[in-house]
């Protein structure tokens, strides 16, 4: 491939797929990866029609611990060198800590935060090497706000993703390699269909929503700017300023009172 290639995982909806097709019109060519592989096929189709870009479809579950050693193993035997890597796969597990068993847990660590350190890791020797390269991690405004009832792992899921995409940032910044958290707040997405608990977040004003895509080019544009950690949009912005001045029992007050409104505790 002559294109710089691009590497997104969760690539077959939502954010990801956002990410892949804003990825193929600025020039790139995709490694696509997800569990299922006839949405990355027909999401390579349109890329190819669409943009010219050619895709190399790779489907993965990264609660696999073996997954990310699969996946890079893949990309070197196609011959690719990954010049954007996208860590985008995520869910969300409802309920409290207490209510789903230990495999659930087990597997969405895997998924949430030592599947993207591995493929970082993984990928970032040979950006080094060629003096160039861009990590975007999606992390969320859930890891800048106090923990919440319900979903209990997934804000400090997000919040270690932010930790680590700074220190990454900092120790990468000198071999020309750019590395940013990409923080969204409530975007348009099956994500909350999947975690059963698209009834309550309808109910939320339609102010506190974006778009995948406009969440996409944000991110990229913020990481082209250098951006280490970028929240998308102004009213997300806003909440994250708002609890930043709150004092810490204020903030959590707040977020106590009203989880219920977007998180399923049991």
């Known amino acids: ?8 995982t969760g690539a077959s909806a939502g954010i990801g797929r956002a990410f ?6 600025r020039g790139h060519d995709l490694v696509l990866t997800a569990r299922r ?5 027909a999401l390579a189709a349109e890329l190819k029609r669409t943009h010219g870009a050619r895709s190399h479809v790779v489907p993965s579950d990264l609660a696999d611990p073996m997954a990310p050693e699969a996946l890079a193993t893949s990309v070197a035997e196609a011959g690719l060198a990954v010049d954007v890597l996208v860590n985008n796969a995520g869910y969300g597990v409802p309920g409290s800590l207490v209510s789903q068993p230990w495999p659930v847990h087990r597997d969405f660590v895997q998924v ?4 993207p350190v591995e493929l970082c890791w993984r990928f970032l020797p040979g950006m080094r090497e060629r003096r160039r390269g861009t ?8 890891g800048l706000t106090p923990g919440s009832a319900g979903h209990t792992l997934y804000g400090a899921s997000k919040a270690f993703l932010i930790r680590f995409s700074q220190s990454l940032a900092f120790e990468n910044a000198a071999h020309g390699i750019r590395v940013s958290a990409l923080c969204p707040g409530f975007t348009f997405s099956e994500f909350h269909d999947v975690t059963g608990t698209r009834a309550q977040v309808s109910q939320l004003p339609g102010w506190m929503w974006m778009r995948a895509e406009d969440v996409v080019r ?11 950690v970028h929240v998308s949009g102004r009213a997300n912005r806003l909440i994250k300023a708002l609890v930043e001045v709150l004092p810490d029992r204020a903030a959590e007050a707040l977020m ?4 219920k409104r977007f998180r399923a505790a049991d």
């Open 1 to 8: 491939m002559s294109r710089p290639v691009a590497l997104v």
């Open 37 to 41: 592989r006839e949405r990355l096929d």
């Open 256 to 259: 106590r009172r009203q989880s």
């Open 20 to 25: 892949a097709i804003e990825l193929a019109a």
């Open 135 to 142: 990590i975007i991690n999606v992390a969320s405004l859930a």
């Open 112 to 115: 949430m935060m030592t599947a």
């Open 218 to 228: 944000e991110g990229l544009d913020a990481a082209a700017r250098g951006r280490v």
